[in-house]
Each structure stands twice: as structure tokens, then as C-alpha cells.
């Protein structure tokens, strides 16, 4: 009785073994391509692809093995976006990674099953790009920042910092369809602190000119730059025209405040790529988009830069240098 017990645990054993190995190998990364979806150019300053990839080769997908990277960029041309997503579809890719609305949306009329992820989106819900944040719905997941009361929260810094300040420049696209709602937060924000808003469009990289003009000819006492991959391929260009001209500027980039920009306040961007590689690993292993919620950041970043400060003649205030969470010397 005791031999045939322990035939039968072992036979039991014997044929769980091969079980247990294919279920290993399931688990296992395969070969996978992924596309990249964007608005702006290869060198724009919220390109944060090494946190993306290091997360990707912690969770086994390495670039070159078993992970192809495809790359497309508008080069801040948006009409260019719907025969680039297109492209993408045509080589095959499992996954398309965005960041922005505008990509998001030209992906999402490319395809209906090709999983989209979302770097960071200004509203997913409102911008229809996602049915709720709980249950996407459809292909696409990401995560959704939190655009109109982040930039309204730049004005209140930015009289905080410069309390003479009286009228602020907002460049902003028209053509992306979130910034509408997003100054016209941002001019609620002004009025409580009795500034006024000049808007100021940016339609294609051409009309970065104009706005340049503008602040040359001194008729803004601050700006703030919205964010929108067009318009950060051309972020740099607008913070050193701001101050060689002794005009405040804050963005939406740490990259850019760190680079000589005066001010930046936003979510952490390195954690918004590493998130969206968290899900597309998700994703390469099966699991659908549509059931992955759309997730909004917790961790934000307030940086400034007390060489720039200084030459605006600008004293920080210490209970803004207190909240900061990087000050640059």
C-alpha cells in the first residue's frame, strides 16, 4: 500500500514538473516592439526614456534582445500625427506609448486594439480619451495629471515670488484641445491676485517668434508656459529670451528650470515614465488596457533657480524656499 502511495505522489510529481515549467516560461518575457507616439522633437526637454527603458530591463525586456523601440515625432507639426500613428501600426508594434493629447488622440483613431499608454495626459476623461479613470474602457491607459489646478497653482507662486507682477503672459496651443479649459483656470487663479492674463497662442514652432517679441518688448511682467510637446520643444528658447529680458518664467519642466528657467512646478515626470512602463510591462503580459486604471500622481516637484533669481533682482521668499523641493544654486 505504501509503494503505491508513493508511485502515485510521484508520478503526480513527474507530470506537475513539465506543468510548472511551461508555466515559468508563460511568465517569461517574449519578444515585443514598442512605439513610440510624440508631438514634439527628439530633443525635447520631457523625453525622460531612460527611466522608461531601466524600468522595462528590471522587469526583463531588454533593448535589443527581446525589445524593439520605434520613435516617431511630429516635430511639433500635430498634422503630421495620424500618418505617423499609422506607420507605427504598420510595423507591428504591441504597444504605442504617448505623451499628450494630441498624440493620444491621433493613435486612438490609428487603431482600436493596439494597447495605448499615456505618459501623462492633462485630463484623459474630459479630453475623451478614456471612458473614467477607474475603468478605462477600450485600449487605452496611462496616467492623467492634474493640468488646470497645477498651472492655476503657478500664479499664486509666481506673485509670491514677484509680488510686483501685474500682467502675465500665457503661451499656450489652441490647437490641443485641454489647454482652452486650463487658461481659463489659470485667468480664474489671476483675478483673485488682481493680475491680468495676455494670452499669447502657439500654434506651430514658427509663431515661438511672436511670443519672443513680446516679452522683448517688455509688455509682460511674468510668464508661464503651458505644457504641450510642441511648445516644450521650444521651452528652452522662451526661458533664455525671459531672462536676458529680466521677465519671470515659470513652466511645467524641471528640465527647464534646471537648464536656467526661473521657476517650475509640475509632477515628477521621471515617475509619470516609470509608471507608464510599470503598465506596458502589465500590458506585453496580457493584461488588457481598458482594465488597468488610469492613475494620477502623487509626487510633485517644486523647483527653483537661485542663479536666475538673482539676476531677475527677485528675493525668494523663505517660506517658498522652505516648500521647494530642489533649489538650484
Not at 500613428?85 to 504617448?98: K, N, P, Q, S
Not at 498624440?103 to 501623462?120: D, E, F, G, H, R
Not at 476623461?125 to 473614467?132: A, D, F, I, M
Not at 531672462?243 to 509632477?267: C, D, H, I, Q, T
Request: net charge positive.
Amino acid at each position: 500500500m505504501k509503494t503505491r502511495v508513493h508511485l502515485a505522489v510521484l508520478a503526480g510529481l513527474i507530470f506537475a514538473l513539465p506543468l510548472a515549467a511551461e508555466a515559468q516560461r508563460s511568465q517569461e518575457p517574449k519578444s515585443a516592439k514598442i512605439g513610440f507616439l510624440l508631438g514634439g522633437t527628439p530633443s525635447s526637454p520631457t523625453m525622460e526614456f531612460e527611466p522608461f527603458k531601466q524600468t522595462l530591463r528590471e522587469k526583463g525586456w531588454i533593448e535589443g534582445q527581446n525589445l524593439a523601440l520605434e520613435y516617431r515625432y511630429a516635430q511639433g507639426y500635430y498634422e503630421r500625427l495620424p500618418a505617423l500613428a499609422r506607420e507605427l501600426i504598420g510595423l507591428g508594434v504591441d504597444a504605442i506609448v504617448t505623451e499628450g493629447t494630441p498624440p493620444t488622440l491621433a493613435a486612438m483613431q490609428a487603431t482600436k486594439t493596439v494597447p495605448i499608454v499615456v505618459a501623462a495626459s492633462a485630463d484623459s476623461v474630459g479630453s475623451g480619451l478614456v471612458g473614467s479613470l477607474a475603468r478605462p474602457g477600450g485600449n487605452v491607459t496611462g496616467s492623467s495629471i492634474f493640468q488646470s489646478e497645477i498651472s492655476a497653482k503657478r500664479i499664486e507662486l509666481l506673485k509670491e515670488t514677484a509680488p510686483h507682477i501685474e500682467r502675465v503672459a500665457v503661451v499656450y496651443n489652441p490647437l490641443n484641445r485641454v489647454q482652452e479649459p486650463t487658461v481659463v483656470a489659470i485667468e480664474a487663479a489671476a483675478r483673485r491676485f488682481k493680475i491680468r492674463i495676455q494670452r499669447l497662442a502657439v500654434r506651430a514652432p514658427a509663431d515661438v517668434d511672436a511670443v519672443l517679441h513680446e516679452i522683448t518688448l517688455h509688455k509682460v511682467d511674468a510668464v508661464t508656459v503651458m505644457e504641450d510637446q510642441m511648445i516644450n520643444s521650444q521651452a528652452l528658447r522662451i526661458a533664455n529670451a525671459a531672462l536676458k529680458e529680466r521677465v519671470p518664467a515659470v513652466f511645467g519642466l524641471s528640465s527647464v528650470a534646471a537648464a536656467g528657467g526661473f521657476m517650475s512646478y509640475a509632477p515628477s515626470r521621471l515617475d509619470l515614465w516609470r509608471r507608464a512602463a510599470e503598465l506596458t510591462d502589465k500590458i506585453l503580459r496580457g493584461a488588457k488596457p481598458g482594465d488597468l486604471p488610469v492613475e494620477q500622481p502623487t509626487t510633485f516637484e517644486l523647483v527653483i533657480t537661485l542663479k536666475t533669481a538673482k539676476a531677475l533682482g527677485i528675493t525668494i521668499p523663505q517660506s517658498i524656499l522652505l516648500r521647494a523641493d530642489r533649489v538650484i544654486e
